[in-house]
């Protein structure tokens, strides 16, 4: 066989060829997965907008496709940051929802009452988003109080509600309404603030009635081929009927010939650690979907999970291996002290399926993140961890790039005590050394311990029933993490000795 081919092996004429092709001279390097997020949520209902996927690269063009103050905006604001603080160049794909046909949008109402005897201002804020001062004067009546909130509220545009003054100069309650149709806006919470030396008080009516989420069906189906390795639900945790539809899809993408797997991430907000792990305890065997919570923080749910994705992507993407945990979710505003959960509570949370945070020095800090996967009776149940499916995918990215190539792809195979003058033959002794060589690079940046022992059980052969199929199959164990450092500190006091002469 000749040693090039860049003329054909029949030409006569004189003639110099010269073939340019690259070669992938990586050998058994690691390639990081390459993180992509699948954010699907509801625009503004106000907003009319294609329902085709789109890959947004900030939160201000996600809000002039999706509608200010929709749960898209809201979740990629929290993902781009305008401080740069986020996912930085990880693709944001959304996934649009449109309103369902018999979806009610939450309602509530803020109530002034009394005659305002002192100049001051007050502040609407709703889900930690705070709507412009606006000035009570002396002599304001409720009416007056109501025009002037209404108006400070709908001039900032990221407030995830309408205010209304339904009958200006007269009105004495101003009507909020959620943006969106569905349960989510339940979560809306309604707060004012100042304004109480001034003779005018307020009560707020929290937003109730929302009904029914999306049908993401047809977003789901959008996804295709691609490798969306994170999935952001803007729906509510109590939704199972579409954490049943992400996980059948997920488990799908598990699948021999797609592998491409994903997890899905819900926010919870829920400070009761038994009401919170309602939904993640029930599904043990759910390694799809993972919940990101937030004890008694007034944040929207999907914007806390938003925002501590933003952190797992990135360390993700440049450094599989290392989990979450200390990880700061700032942006975020924590409930009060006394809800957040302690160590029994955390370890509660864990062993119910639900990821846990932790509040210092007020800011929220990833704590562990776990997906439902807790088989009854398994201590350490395999697809608990996010980091260790992390890793399995990132191995999974790599073994695909080692053999679904055109060096693989179609090349002549015998065995391997045969000789041979053709380049492009394999053995199956070749396949089992470029997972040692796999193996090897693993080891090294971490992703497995114990490289021996996956080298000893990656074997290779033929298929005796088909010539045409290189069988391999190997065995690595996944590294640990620090997640638990246990230290026994002993001490005691120092007596004197007896001095001697």
């Given at each position: 066989?000749?040693?090039?081919?860049?003329?054909?092996?029949?030409?006569?004429?004189?003639?110099?060829?010269?073939?340019?092709?690259?070669?992938?001279?990586?050998?058994?390097?690691?390639?990081?997965?390459?993180?992509?997020?699948?954010?699907?949520?509801?625009?503004?209902?106000?907003?009319?907008?294609?329902?085709?996927?789109?890959?947004?690269?900030?939160?201000?063009?996600?809000?002039?496709?999706?509608?200010?103050?929709?749960?898209?905006?809201?979740?990629?604001?929290?993902?781009?940051?305008?401080?740069?603080?986020?996912?930085?160049?990880?693709?944001?794909?959304?996934?649009?929802?449109?309103?369902?046909?018999?979806?009610?949008?939450?309602?509530?109402?803020?109530?002034?009452?009394?005659?305002?005897?002192?100049?001051?201002?007050?502040?609407?804020?709703?889900?930690?988003?705070?709507?412009?001062?606006?000035?009570?004067?002396?002599?304001?009546?409720?009416?007056?109080?109501?025009?002037?909130?209404?108006?400070?509220?709908?001039?900032?545009?990221?407030?995830?509600?309408?205010?209304?003054?339904?009958?200006?100069?007269?009105?004495?309650?101003?009507?909020?309404?959620?943006?969106?149709?569905?349960?989510?806006?339940?979560?809306?919470?309604?707060?004012?603030?100042?304004?109480?030396?001034?003779?005018?008080?307020?009560?707020?009516?929290?937003?109730?009635?929302?009904?029914?989420?999306?049908?993401?069906?047809?977003?789901?189906?959008?996804?295709?081929?691609?490798?969306?390795?994170?999935?952001?639900?803007?729906?509510?945790?109590?939704?199972?009927?579409?954490?049943?539809?992400?996980?059948?899809?997920?488990?799908?993408?598990?699948?021999?010939?797609?592998?491409?797997?994903?997890?899905?991430?819900?926010?919870?907000?829920?400070?009761?650690?038994?009401?919170?792990?309602t939904v993640s305890d029930a599904r043990k065997t759910d390694r799809i979907n993972s919940q990101l919570v937030a004890p008694g923080s007034n944040d929207l749910p999907f914007t806390v999970a938003a925002r501590q994705l933003s952190r797992i992507a990135p360390l993700a993407n440049n450094n599989p291996p290392h989990d979450y945990g200390s990880r700061t979710a700032d942006g975020l505003t924590p409930g009060t002290d006394g809800q957040q959960w302690n160590y029994a509570q955390r370890d509660q949370a864990v062993k119910g399926g639900s990821s846990t945070t932790e509040v210092k020095d007020g800011v929220i800090n990833l704590s562990d993140i776990v997906t439902f996967y807790h088989p009854t009776g398994d201590p350490t149940p395999a697809y608990r961890y996010v980091v260790d499916i992390v890793k399995v995918a990132n191995i999974l990215f790599n073994l695909d790039l080692t053999f679904a190539n055109p060096a693989w792809d179609g090349a002549p195979l015998i065995p391997d005590d045969q000789a041979t003058t053709n380049r492009t033959a394999k053995k199956p002794k070749m396949a089992v050394a470029a997972v040692a060589s796999l193996i090897d690079q693993l080891a090294l940046g971490a992703f497995i311990s114990d490289p021996d022992f996956a080298k000893a059980n990656t074997l290779a052969a033929i298929n005796d029933q088909n010539p045409k199929r290189l069988d391999v199959a190997t065995t690595m164990k996944i590294s640990g993490n620090t997640n638990i450092i246990s230290v026994d500190f002993n001490w005691g006091f120092f007596f004197g000795t007896t001095p001697t002469v």
């Open positions: 066989m000749a040693l090039s081919t860049a003329v054909d092996l029949t030409a006569v004429a004189r003639v110099v060829g010269i073939k340019t092709e690259f070669v992938n001279l990586r050998g058994g390097n690691v390639v990081n997965l390459p993180q992509r997020i699948a954010v699907f949520g509801q625009g503004n209902s106000a907003a009319t907008y294609s329902t085709d996927k789109f890959q947004v690269t900030s939160a201000t063009q996600a809000a002039e496709r999706y509608g200010f103050g929709s749960p898209i905006h809201l979740a990629v604001k929290q993902l781009f940051p305008a401080n740069g603080d986020g996912v930085g160049t990880i693709p944001v794909t959304i996934y649009p929802l449109v309103d369902d046909g018999a979806a009610a949008a939450a309602t509530g109402d803020i109530t002034p009452s009394g005659t305002a005897t002192k100049a001051g201002a007050a502040t609407v804020i709703i889900n930690n988003i705070r709507s412009q001062a606006f000035a009570i004067e002396v002599g304001d009546t409720v009416a007056d109080v109501v025009t002037a909130a209404t108006a400070a509220i709908n001039a900032v545009l990221d407030v995830p509600v309408i205010a209304a003054d339904a009958t200006p100069g007269t009105s004495t309650t101003i009507d909020i309404t959620a943006k969106w149709e569905g349960p989510t806006g339940n979560d809306i919470v309604l707060e004012v603030e100042g304004g109480e030396d001034t003779g005018i008080t307020f009560v707020a009516t929290q937003p109730t009635g929302g009904l029914v989420n999306p049908n993401i069906d047809a977003a789901l189906a959008q996804i295709g081929n691609v490798w969306e390795t994170m999935v952001l639900n803007c729906l509510d945790i109590a939704d199972t009927v579409t954490l049943d539809k992400y996980q059948t899809e997920g488990e799908g993408r598990w699948g021999a010939l797609v592998r491409k797997p994903f997890m899905c991430f819900t926010g919870n907000t829920e400070a009761d650690v038994a009401t919170a792990i």
